[in-house]
């Protein structure tokens, strides 16, 4: 009898060992490096912004064009002759022809190729900002996932280990040893271990379609799992995090690009009020014989209805333009929020992964270990061991939930640092 109760003891604290810190750093394989470059590739609102940087930076040389010339002609004579075939006895007939440009106040074309300018920079910088976002999502995500594997690799490998110590307790009711409790116990743990584990199940395939879903796949394609991962160490506290965030997010340098695409356009609509011109040159000849003429006409737009057309256009530049800041106060404090956020968490965490696998753990298996030599010589009852089995499994779970969430804090503060974090 104590055979099997020997087993079990050894089966139990091999399948209760726990990587330590050190080995979760080991060198990574590139199945997370691929993955980002897949997306960078395949994810469709990523080529998007892309599209649209094409499309702001083709507007840059149209804006700065001056308007289309207008080339006429005609002809003039009395109203008994058909036109364009006037006839040598009709003294009066003439030929004209004609060529006019549009002249806009010297400035506004300039300002206009600028403005278009500014709006393709802010594109680029929507774009990365994008990117990065993209990137730490499918980190988060992928992290999710393997969470979710893990714990189900857990789950089920200690519902082994519960079975049989199940089958240990039906043998020893059988012969009157323990009471009938121990057995039903025992079966009431490896129920509640199936509930988990078909909890976990669905979580990992919600990741996996959402990790799909980034990388333009079909929802029930397989994803690769990483045994570990690379993470740097955080550069600096989070005073130095917020500095970098101010220096690299491409969220805040996107909005300066508005800002300054406000400023510009608030100039272009005061520029609106200046007039426009135009010049016209005219060639005549009539039909008699004389030679041909010209002539010149310069035309100057008045803004006469500058209190209905351009004074609302200032408006709404200014009203713009301060909306832009705005915009740009909300992102500062959104981005001071999430980097806070962010390495509140991954400290944190890094401090409960330490106190796992320096305290927590160690001190959880020595229980286990004295409940079951206590249990082996009738010292303690079923239950206890059978609480403290669990509690180390409880304890094995969060460790594997405190590395998840470490990682995808590195991976959430990648955008605003600019720099990688978790490989």
Known sequence: MNTPRIALVAAVMTALAVPSLAQVAEAPSSILGSLVGELERNNPELKATRREIDMRTA???????????????????GFLRPPFFPSASTPDGARQFGLS???PFPGKLALRSTVAATEADAARWNSEDVRLR????????YFEYVLADRSLAIIDRNKQLLEQVRDIAESQFRVGKVPQQDVLKAQLEISMLLERAAMLQQER???QAALNGLLYRAPDTPVELQASFDAAPLPGDVQQLRALALERYPGLRR????IQRGQQGLQLARKEILPDFAVNVTTQQLVSGMPWMYGVDVMVKVPLFWQRKQRPMIAE?????????????NTLAQTQSAVTQAYVMASTAERLMRLYTDSILPQARLTLESSIAAYQVGAADFLTLLMNFTAVLANELSYEQQQAQYRRALAELEPYVGTTLIR
Not at 255 to 258: G, I, R, T
Request: proline fraction near 8%; charge should be negative.
């Open 59 to 77: 507007r840059i040389a149209p804006a700065g064009a001056p308007p289309d010339p207008s080339l006429s002609f005609g002809y003039m004579s």
């Open 101 to 103: 440009q549009e002249l």
């Open 134 to 141: 993209l990137i730490a999502d499918l980190k988060g995500g």
């Open 205 to 207: 395939a919600t990741a």
């Open 255 to 258: 909005d300066e690009q508005l």
């Open 317 to 329: 530049a200014a009203a713009a333009l301060d909306a832009g800041r705005r915009m740009r106060e």
